[in-house]
């Protein structure tokens, strides 16, 4: 299953870090209109977590509304999902192993 994060509309900066005493991050820039996907495959209890920010400064209202950052678990379940905010982060942990 993958775990896609999209930006519609703006620059986006996201960081996922993998625990276990395994910690690796991840670093991405998202230009507006553009879409990105990550599939991440974690062991049953593994932490997830991680953070966006909106880069570009000066973004408008209507343009941040178009944008959305969500997870998909198994089962195309949403484990988290920002629409319309300029920043957040997230934590889960793996229910069950794989993606």
């Known amino acids: 299953m993958r ?3 999209r930006s519609s ?9 993998g ?5 690796a ?9 553009q879409q990105e996907c990550f599939v991440l495959s ?17 973004l408008s209202n ?7 950052v969500f997870i998909l678990g198994p089962e195309q379940k949403t484990m988290y ?4 905010r300029s920043d957040g982060s997230f934590a889960f942990t793996a229910e069950g192993e794989g993606d």
């Open 9 to 17: 509309m703006a620059a986006l900066g996201l960081g996922l870090l």
């Open 62 to 68: 209507k343009r941040l509304k178009k944008m959305k």
């Open 81 to 84: 999902l920002n629409e319309g």
């Open 25 to 33: 991050g991840t670093s991405v820039t998202v230009t507006s209109g």
């Open 19 to 23: 625990l276990l005493g395994l910690a």
């Open 3 to 5: 775990s896609p994060r």
């Open 42 to 58: 974690l062991a049953k209890g593994q932490a997830a977590y991680g953070n966006f920010e909106v880069l570009q400064e000066q």
